[in-house]
């Protein structure tokens, strides 16, 4: 079933088209790789996505609800959720304490009991491997942990989908490598579509996606099952060709 449709969106900063008549579509648990260099328009999508910019043109469906121009705020609630590539924890609250906030007020906008949100968390605490740290300030944590950290929190929002900003670029191979099996295994418990946006090709990330969409200059390249997107000579030119 599709969640998520873009339909010929475009935008523009001044004469620069950032993102270029894309459409594409994203269905209930799937799990995308968005791809393309630097510059290529994936964080602007991103950001379309989840209401920072609005396009010029084209239009954004989530479920039956046109999104197009729908503020931020009221787009966590449906179900959209985000995370960015520099976390950005409440530094001085506990870990247990920042996952809770996303349990809190991201479900649909039906708040959790404080109680209720610290399981939550403590669950996901748990999951992410994350216990050792669970009473720590954020602030205190590595980076790495801090991507966890940065996960548990989106997660606790219980989103239909979750826009993942280049979430493991940093990390070691074997890392990513359980991150993503993790991720694989909580989102289809939870039906989450995972949308990972990479700016390398990243085997790891993209061994596990089930469609990989290339973005070149802000237009869409390519967009098909994995293996077949990653053998298109077109991706490899692009990024050959920088
Ligand atoms: P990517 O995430 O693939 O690196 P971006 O979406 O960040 O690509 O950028 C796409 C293009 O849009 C780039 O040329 C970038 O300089 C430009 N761009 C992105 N955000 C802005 C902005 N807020 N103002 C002006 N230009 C921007």
Redesign the pocket.
């Known amino acids: 079933m599709t969640l998520l449709q873009l339909d010929n969106v475009t935008k523009r ?2 004469g ?1 088209v ?2 270029d008549g894309v459409s594409l579509e994203i269905d209930t648990g799937q799990f995308v790789g968005i791809v ?10 991103f950001n379309l996505i989840s209401g920072v910019f609005f396009p010029e043109e084209g239009h954004i469906l989530f479920e039956d609800t046109d999104i197009t121009r729908m503020p931020p705020f009221k787009r966590a609630p449906l179900g959209i959720g985000r995370t960015f590539q520099i976390p950005r924890p409440f530094s001085s609250e506990t870990v247990r304490e920042n996952i809770a906030v996303g349990a809190m007020f991201g479900r649909m906008g039906k708040e959790l009991s404080v109680d209720a949100s610290m399981e939550v968390a403590d669950q996901l605490i748990e999951r992410l491997d994350l216990t050792a740290h669970r009473d720590k300030a954020a602030g205190t944590l590595t980076p790495i942990e801090k991507k966890m950290l940065e996960i548990g929190r989106a997660l606790a929002m219980k989103p239909k989908i979750l826009l993942m900003d280049e979430a493991m670029a940093g990390m070691h191979p074997s890392d990513i490598d359980q991150m993503v099996a993790f991720l694989k295994q909580i989102a289809g418990e939870e039906n989450i579509a995972l949308v990972a ?1 990479v ?1 390398h090709i990243m085997r790891a990330v993209l061994g596990m996606a089930e469609k990989v969409i290339v ?1 070149h200059q ?1 237009a869409k390249l390519v967009d098909a099952p994995t293996q077949e997107a990653l053998n298109d000579p077109r991706v490899v030119e692009v990024y050959l060709g920088g």
Do not use: H, Q, R, Y
């Not at 393309?36 to 999508?45: Q, V």
């Open positions: 900063f001044g620069l950032a993102v393309g260099p630097n510059g290529s328009g994936k964080t602007t999508l946006m700016e973005l802000g």
